[in-house]
C-alpha cells in the first residue's frame, strides 16, 4: 500500500509500575534520517529503538519521543550506616562541654555528615523494561504507520486522477497533430495557388513540404512513449514496495516527453494542450515528493 512520509502516532500505557509515553512524527527526506527525545536514563536504548523504526519504515525524517514516569517502581533506596552516624553523635558531645559548645545536635545535621547516607540505585530488570517500553512504542508506530497509510490513499487517488487527465490531453495531441499537417498542407497549395496563378501545381512537390513539415512536427514516438508512462505509473502506484524515488524519476521522464511534444508543436491547439500537461505534471510531482 502506498504511504505518504508524514505521520503521526501515539501511544500511552502504565505497565510493570511505569507510565509509558511514545510519539512518533515524521516529515518528508530523501532518505530515513532518526531522531529522538529520550530520558537521560533511558538513552542507552536509542539504537535498539531505532533499528525497531528502520524495520517499518524507510523513507521519512523521524522523530521519536519518550517519556517514562515511575509509579510504583523503586529506582533507588536510601542506606544508613548507624555505625558511622553514632561515632559521629558521640564524638560531638564528647567535644561540646571542652569547646564550651552547646549540644544542640538534630536529625537533620545528620544529612550534612559524609558516610551517614548511602544512595543506592536499586537493579533493573533490563529486558522486562525493554519488553515494556518496545511494546508501547510497538503500538504507536501501528498508528504511525495507520496514518501514513491513509494519506498515502489519498495521495493515489489523487496522482491517478491527474494522471487520467493527462491521458486525455495526449490522445487529443494525436488528434491534432495529423491534423495539423493536412492543414499545413492545404495551406501550401492555397498559397501556390494564390502565386502562380494556376491550378496546375506540382502536387509532388507539395507533397515534398508536408512530409518534410510531418517529419518535424511529428509527435507518434513521443505520445507512444507517455501512454507507455502513465500506464507504469499506475502500476507503481499499485504496488506495496518502495516507490517514492522512482516514481520522480518516471514524472521526470513524463515531463522531458511533454516538453519535446511542446518543442515541435506548430499547432496552437497542441501548445496549449502542452502548457495545460506540464501544469498536472508539476501537480504530480509535488505530491510524489511525500510519497515513501
Known amino acids: 500500500m502506498i504511504r505518504s512520509m508524514t505521520g503521526f502516532g501515539r501511544e500511552q500505557a ?6 509509558i509515553i511514545a510519539e512518533i512524527r515524521s516529515v518528508n527526506h530523501k532518505f530515513f534520517e532518526f531522531s529522538s527525545k529520550l530520558p ?10 531505532k533499528t ?8 521519512g525524517k523521524v522523530e521519536l519521543s519518550l517519556l517514562v514516569y515511575n509509579i510504583d517502581v523503586k529506582d533507588t533506596s536510601v542506606k544508613v550506616n548507624e555505625q558511622v552516624a553514632s561515632q559521629y553523635i558521640e564524638a560531638i558531645r564528647t567535644i561540646a562541654p571542652d569547646l564550651g559548645i552547646t549540644d544542640d545536635l538534630s536529625a537533620s545535621d545528620l544529612f550534612r555528615i559524609p558516610d551517614v547516607f548511602t544512595v543506592i540505585k536499586e537493579e533493573t530488570d533490563e529486558e522486562q523494561l525493554w519488553a515494556d517500553i518496545s511494546s508501547v512504542v510497538g503500538s504507536a508506530l501501528d498508528k504511525f504507520i495507520a496514518m501514513r497509510e491513509t494519506e498515502g490513499a489519498a495521495l493515489k487517488a489523487d496522482v491517478l486522477e491527474k494522471a487520467d ?7 487529443k495531441v494525436e488528434v491534432y497533430s495529423p491534423e495539423s499537417t493536412a492543414a499545413y498542407r492545404k495551406k501550401l497549395e492555397d498559397k501556390l ?4 496563378g494556376s491550378s496546375d501545381i506540382d502536387e509532388q512537390r507539395i507533397l ?4 518534410i513539415f510531418s517529419e518535424k512536427t511529428a509527435v507518434d514516438e513521443e505520445t507512444v512513449r507517455l501512454h507507455s508512462h502513465l500506464s507504469q505509473l499506475r502500476s507503481m502506484l499499485d ?11 518516471l514524472v521526470q521522464e513524463i515531463n522531458r516527453e511533454t516538453n519535446t511534444i511542446g518543442s515541435k508543436a506548430a499547432d496552437i491547439r497542441i501548445t496549449r494542450l502542452v502548457v495545460d500537461m506540464k501544469s498536472e505534471i508539476e501537480k504530480i510531482r509535488e505530491q510524489i515528493q511525500n510519497i515513501e
Open 14 to 19: 502504565v505497565i510493570n509500575g511505569r507510565e
Open 40 to 49: 537521560r536514563n533511558y538513552q542507552y536504548l536509542e539504537p535498539k529503538l
Open 52 to 59: 525497531m523504526l528502520k524495520e517499518k519504515i524507510t523513507r
Open 165 to 171: 487527465v493527462i491521458e486525455d490531453m495526449v490522445s
Open 193 to 196: 495557388k494564390e502565386i502562380l
Open 208 to 211: 515534398t513540404e508536408a512530409a
Open 239 to 249: 504496488s506495496d514496495k518502495e516507490i517514492g524515488r522512482k516514481l520522480d524519476f
